[in-house]
């Protein structure tokens, strides 16, 4: 019906592409999601690696939309530069340091102090689709004007995109840092109880404790040990 309205020669004109007009509402995968779902609303993605949001495939908006609506801290990463995309109960583990600026950015930017641990196996799913889950994780991680020792279980999984090629990674996290941390010092408490009961005299006391004390050098990075002498009350070290 439009050729006959063309003149000889002429193309035969192309529709324009389905691009939401400013202010429309959001797509239905955006609905909820919290603070991250009006943040994604809100972001050009057109200055990024992804691209316009109007034009991001299918697996991409199924697996940000899984994210969003989920109650357990997640990220996914997208594309060559692993773009990081998260939802509201990943926060606490980025901090308010790295969030929001976190969103949107290559992964190995938004941890750039972890990636010796990580960036093989994030490697390990996007070249090769190989996942992976790790448990009880020791990080040293910079979530502000200090570095931070903390525990975390999480895993890596392939995303497929609709050619059925790996195109992003699915990562669930979950901190376990007080359960580390606190089984340790609860067993060097429990071990320095032990050890007491069965010294002969103050000295191996001290000699025990203090080979307990240097065996968790995390909690305890130095110690000095003081016996107080008679009467006089005065200290005398006895060990280091």
């Not at 975390?152 to 050619?163: G, K, L, T, V």
Request: hydrophobic share 45%; charged share 20%; proline share 8%.
């Amino acid at each position: 019906m439009i050729a006959k309205f063309l003149g000889p020669g002429e193309p035969e004109a192309v529709a324009p592409p389905n691009v939401p007009a400013p202010g429309s509402p959001a797509p239905d995968w955006l609905a909820g999601g919290g603070t991250l779902g009006r943040l994604i609303r809100e972001r050009d993605w057109s200055q990024t690696s992804l691209g316009p949001i109007e034009a991001w495939p299918q697996s991409l908006k199924i697996s940000v939309n899984l994210i969003l609506n989920a109650q357990h801290p997640m990220w996914v990463g997208w594309g060559k530069d692993v773009t990081f995309l998260y939802n509201d109960a990943y926060i606490p583990v980025l901090s308010m340091a790295k969030h929001p600026w976190a969103l949107g950015k290559p992964t190995i930017e938004v941890w750039p102090e972890i990636w010796d641990v990580i960036g093989h196996l994030i490697d390990n799913v996007c070249e090769k689709g190989e996942a992976s889950f790790l448990d009880d994780v020791r990080f040293l991680m910079n979530r502000g004007d200090f570095i931070e020792e903390l525990y975390f279980s999480f895993s890596y999984s392939p995303i497929r995109d609709e050619s059925g090629a790996v195109a992003g990674l699915f990562c669930p996290t979950t901190d376990v840092t007080p359960k580390v941390i606190n089984a340790r010092r609860l067993g060097m408490l429990s071990e320095l109880s032990a050890r007491a009961l069965i010294q002969k005299t103050t000295e191996a006391a001290c000699a025990s404790a203090a080979a307990i004390l240097s065996q968790n050098t995390d909690d305890i990075p130095f110690a000095l040990l003081y016996l107080l002498e008679g009467e006089t009350r005065q200290a005398r070290l006895v060990e280091t």
